[in-house]
């Protein structure tokens, strides 16, 4: 007779762990706890720094602003960042301080594909007038620890000075000098720079205004001018192909891939793109009319019950917006004039 009673027991324990594995005892609900938290740093036009670990909360840091917008900033380290403003500072206390560097960033060197922060090599590239432009550094940043890459293949001569980097998924490292149209590229820690002469058909109405992007192990060219557009070359620069559906004389701000499944586009003023095979097609449903997207960047929530969200952030002229649905829908979680994300 006590048989039924057993297997009830069982049966209500099982319900009971089963529950628990979903709720805690204090009454956090564990498919909302997010177990590992993120960090995301935002900067503003002003020049001052904030950060959020769940895109709820978002605090500004005791750097102040000081009149001088962002340009560029990474993580290139923990509790290490670099940030570029009209020049470099470094910061080893998770942006609480920063102190500058010594170096005279490029001034042509305009948005954050200036700064690279390349963790399979352990170094930190950056956008300077020194030598040929480029300056690393492989201890997360640190102030007195910069130096000049000198290692370039032999054949090169002229004038160079780079302006921005794209680092592949492959590893390869893309650099591209916007004032002399000369693009360089960089297989692994050791080698040399090489020059992949660039056609000139393809940027034949070159403003001084192209800057680098990656998507997978496709480099891309963005022109923030109103002349040349998107351009995609999936052989290190060797052959380029333009990307269409973006409207007539339409600037670019910036370009990036989170999760490196799309590539979005950053416009002035016409909001936000994605491609879909070689064509750009709108993805800007909740973004205000007339949006400048300055930033992108996706971040992976982790919660206590093992599952996975994707979260996509955008830095504009109007705010800061959250997706849940990689691009496709957007709100607006914070107002301001923003613009890098990290």
């Known amino acids: 007779m006590r048989k039924p009673f057993l297997f009830s027991s069982l049966a209500l324990l099982a319900i009971a762990i089963s529950f628990s594995a979903c709720k805690k005892v204090n009454g956090i609900d564990n498919e909302d706890e997010i177990q590992t938290p993120y960090s995301v740093y935002f900067s503003d036009s002003a020049g001052v720094l904030y950060n959020t670990n769940d895109g709820e909360v978002i605090k500004k840091l005791v750097f102040p602003a000081d009149g001088y917008p962002s340009r560029a900033f990474a993580i290139t380290g923990p509790n290490h960042m670099v940030w570029v403003k009209a020049n470099a500072h470094y910061s080893n206390n998770n942006g609480k301080n920063f102190n500058p560097t010594s170096l005279f960033v490029n001034p042509a060197a305009y948005n954050q594909s200036a700064l690279l922060y390349a963790k399979d090599q352990e170094r930190v590239y950056l956008a300077t007038t020194q030598f040929r432009g480029v300056s690393y550094n492989e201890k997360n940043g640190e102030l007195n620890e910069w130096d000049d890459d000198n290692n370039w293949d032999q054949t090169i001569s002229g004038s160079i000075l780079i302006t921005s980097f794209a680092q592949l998924n492959n590893g390869v490292i893309c650099s591209y000098d916007d004032i002399n149209n000369r693009f360089f ?24 205004s192209i800057s680098l992007a990656s998507y997978k192990n496709i480099v891309v060219a963005i022109d923030s001018s109103v002349t040349m557009g998107v351009w995609y070359s999936n052989n290190n620069g060797g052959n380029w192909a ?21 590539l979005f586009v950053g416009t002035y003023y016409n ?23 300055r930033g992108i960047k996706g971040k992976l929530e982790r919660y206590k019950n093992d599952s996975e969200r994707r979260v996509v952030y955008l830095t504009t002229n109007n705010g800061i917006y959250r997706s849940y649905d990689v691009g496709r829908n957007w709100v607006k979680i914070r107002e301001g004039n923003y613009i890098n994300v990290y």
């Open 185 to 208: 590229v960089k297989e692994n820690k050791g080698d040399p720079w090489s020059e992949t002469v660039i056609d000139t058909n393809v940027f034949k109405h070159h403003l001084g």
């Open 242 to 262: 333009q990307f269409s559906g973006l409207p007539a004389n339409t600037r670019i701000a910036c370009a990036g891939a989170p999760f490196n499944e799309e």
């Open 271 to 293: 909001g936000l793109y994605r491609t879909q095979g070689g064509v750009l097609i709108p993805s800007m449903e909740g973004l205000d009319q007339n949006t400048i997207v």
